[in-house]
């Protein structure tokens, strides 16, 4: 039931990260340079924090991390920013996690793995749904919006496997956080002199950074230990659904017929060769 728990919670943070933003960047509330450094710096501080004061305070107070760690975060944070000035909610978050999921098969099979018949299908389906998305129409998402959130994924899945040998992934999550000080302090400071800034627009960004990404990500990491690889890949195909109904429900935003297809197509897809791929391991 802990494990449960802890997990719900975790992906109802991620999807409030596509939330917060969308609520935060669409009306002008604030720009994405101010709302990227702002997130940083608000998810540095709590994840300081938690290193320092935490229950763990005592086995570990020197944060880790490493400045490719680093890159790759605040990469995936100033893409899904600006990606959001162009995307609803759910679909930002729909081509964020499907971006992460195919950018780690692919690494997986660059390594020399090789993937099966049902894995190979899965892959073919996912990528075929997700050209059917963006394919052109009236209903097609932002071009550019749509490059720019895939190269969120791409960086958050480079942040992912650069931190898959962690020892401490709290200490390391906030290394990489604080690393990205000096340049979100920059980006705030640009944002705040050269572009109207709301209260609201503030209040957003430090939720998404300190609430939504870091006790979201100090949850994840809580539950993580009690879930198995393909559990914790799969699960995070939830976060897409709960941010499109988040994002009709909070925002208004519609819930296209396309959408609804694209996504059944992408995530089932990427589900199939999770899953037969951990068939094939075992």
Same mark, same amino acid.
């Not at 935490?54 to 890159?71: F, M």
């Not at 609430?211 to 979201?216: M, T």
């Given at each position: 039931?802990?494990?449960?728990?802890?997990?719900?919670?975790?992906?109802?943070?991620?999807?409030?990260?596509?939330?917060?933003?969308?609520?935060? #960047?669409?009306?002008?509330?604030?720009?994405?340079?101010?709302?990227?450094?702002?997130?940083? !710096? /608000?998810?540095?501080?709590?994840?300081?924090?938690?290193?320092?004061?935490? &229950?763990?305070?005592?086995?570990?107070?020197?944060?880790?991390?490493?400045?490719?760690?680093?890159?790759?975060?605040?990469?995936?944070?100033?893409?899904?920013?600006?990606?959001?000035? =162009?995307?609803? /909610?759910?679909?930002? /978050?729909?081509?964020?996690?499907?971006?992460?999921?195919?950018?780690?098969?692919?690494?997986?099979?660059?390594?020399?793995?090789?993937?099966?018949?049902?894995?190979?299908?899965?892959?073919?389906?996912?990528?075929?749904?997700?050209?059917?998305?963006?394919?052109?129409?009236?209903?097609?998402?932002?071009?550019?919006?749509?490059?720019? =959130?895939?190269?969120?994924?791409?960086?958050?899945?480079?942040?992912?496997?650069?931190?898959?040998?962690?020892?401490?992934?709290?200490?390391?999550?906030?290394?990489?956080?604080?690393?990205?000080?000096?340049?979100? !302090?920059?980006?705030?400071?640009?944002?705040? #002199?050269?572009?109207?800034?709301?209260?609201?627009?503030?209040?957003?960004? !430090?939720?998404?950074?300190?609430?939504?990404?870091?006790?979201?990500?100090?949850?994840?990491? =809580?539950?993580?230990?009690?879930?198995?690889?393909?559990?914790?890949?799969?699960?995070?195909?939830?976060? &897409?659904?709960?941010?499109?109904?988040?994002?009709?429900?909070?925002?208004?935003?519609?819930?296209?017929?396309?959408?609804?297809?694209?996504?059944?197509?992408?995530?089932?897809?990427?589900? !199939?060769? #999770?899953?037969?791929?951990?068939?094939?391991?075992?």
């Amino acid at each position: 039931m802990r494990t449960i728990v802890l997990t719900t919670i975790a992906m109802l943070a991620f999807a409030a990260n596509s939330v917060l933003a969308r609520l935060a #960047l669409a009306d002008g509330a604030i720009d994405a340079a101010s709302y990227t450094g702002i997130r940083l !710096i /608000a998810g540095a501080v709590l994840l300081y924090g938690l290193l320092i004061w935490g &229950p763990h305070a005592g086995a570990a107070r020197r944060i880790g991390g490493s400045w490719p760690g680093a890159a790759a975060l605040f990469g995936y944070a100033i893409f899904f920013s600006v990606a959001y000035l =162009m995307l609803g /909610a759910g679909l930002g /978050a729909l081509i964020l996690f499907t971006s992460v999921q195919m950018s780690m098969l692919g690494w997986a099979v660059f390594r020399g793995d090789r993937p099966g018949t049902i894995e190979w299908i899965g892959i073919a389906l996912a990528i075929a749904s997700l050209a059917y998305l963006v394919s052109p129409g009236l209903a097609a998402p932002h071009p550019l919006g749509t490059v720019l =959130m895939a190269l969120a994924g791409m960086s958050w899945a480079a942040y992912s496997l650069i931190g898959r040998g962690s020892k401490s992934a709290l200490a390391d999550t906030a290394g990489n956080f604080v690393r990205c000080l000096p340049v979100a !302090i920059i980006l705030a400071g640009l944002g705040l #002199l050269t572009a109207p800034v709301t209260y609201l627009g503030v209040a957003y960004a !430090i939720a998404s950074g300190a609430i939504a990404s870091g006790l979201g990500y100090a949850v994840w990491y =809580m539950a993580l230990p009690s879930l198995s690889r393909v559990q914790a890949s799969t699960v995070q195909l939830t976060v &897409p659904a709960i941010a499109a109904a988040g994002g009709a429900f909070i925002i208004g935003e519609m819930f296209t017929l396309r959408l609804a297809l694209a996504a059944i197509g992408i995530l089932g897809g990427v589900a !199939i060769a #999770l899953l037969a791929a951990e068939r094939r391991r075992r």
